[in-house]
């Protein structure tokens, strides 16, 4: 069957920009998570909803950061005044618990 | 601070031969352990886990060894093939099975020589 998807699958932005990243995840999967790569680094979570709410949004950086999952199923993680830190792949997991999480592809995102 | 650590950057190995790359954690509330792999411009494969009440899981040619005492955990894969060379990801959650966040290490890159 479909895996998670992701678009873009790249996004170049300027500083200051606001940018928004697309997360569909597998049909029927009620837990959806998204995690941000730095280079040479491990995945870093964000934030995880269980449905169309967010059980844990401990891991965003700060409030330039949003998610969003309103019909629970695709998501949306937006991003405010972007800043050059911000450039990372960023990737996105679904689940149906108890069962292991399945990541998307990413998208990479640079902040020039 | 790193809860999740693969000291060894990277690993090469022979075709054929064991590789062992292993892991360290340093919060003891950790529970559930897992190993992704990843491909250049892929997103991360599960491959395989191991609850803390258990201190070994073996799925074909992957077993994973837990040791709770030492918060050490090792991924052996044997024979290896070229096709397993990737950067291999050490996870851990708080919660038994994956329904929770996962912190993940910084990966170790594997190449397999044919």
């Known amino acids: 069957g479909a895996g998670v998807s992701q678009t873009p699958s790249n996004k170049v932005t300027e500083k200051g920009k606001y940018v928004e990243l697309r997360c569909d995840p597998i049909s029927g999967h009620t837990a959806l998570y998204w995690y941000r790569q730095s280079l040479g680094q491990g995945p870093e979570f964000l934030i995880y909803?269980?449905?169309?709410?967010?059980?844990?949004d401990s891991g965003l950086p700060n409030d330039r950061f949003f998610a969003v999952r309103p019909e629970g199923s695709v998501s949306t993680l937006k991003i405010q005044r972007t800043e050059r830190g911000d450039s990372a792949v960023y990737l996105c997991a679904s689940s149906s618990p108890p069962d292991t999480q399945y990541f998307g592809p990413g998208t990479r995102l640079t902040v020039l | 601070d790193q809860q999740v650590k693969q000291n060894s950057p990277s690993l090469s190995v022979q075709e054929g031969r064991i590789s062992i790359l292993n892991c360290d954690y340093t919060?003891?509330?950790?529970?559930?352990f897992l190993w992704y792999k990843k491909y250049p411009a892929e997103g991360p494969t599960f491959l395989i886990s191991?609850?803390?009440?258990?201190d070994k899981n073996e799925d074909g040619r992957f077993t994973v060894f837990l040791n709770k005492s030492a918060k050490h955990l090792s991924l052996h894969i044997v024979p290896s093939q070229p096709g397993d060379s990737a950067v291999y990801f050490c996870a851990a959650s708080v919660i038994p099975g994956a329904n929770s966040k996962l912190t993940f290490g910084k990966g170790i890159t594997l190449s397999v020589r044919p």
């Open positions: 909803f269980q449905g169309t709410g967010a059980a844990d």
């Open positions: 919060n003891s509330m950790f529970d559930y």
């Open positions: 191991i609850s803390s009440i258990k």
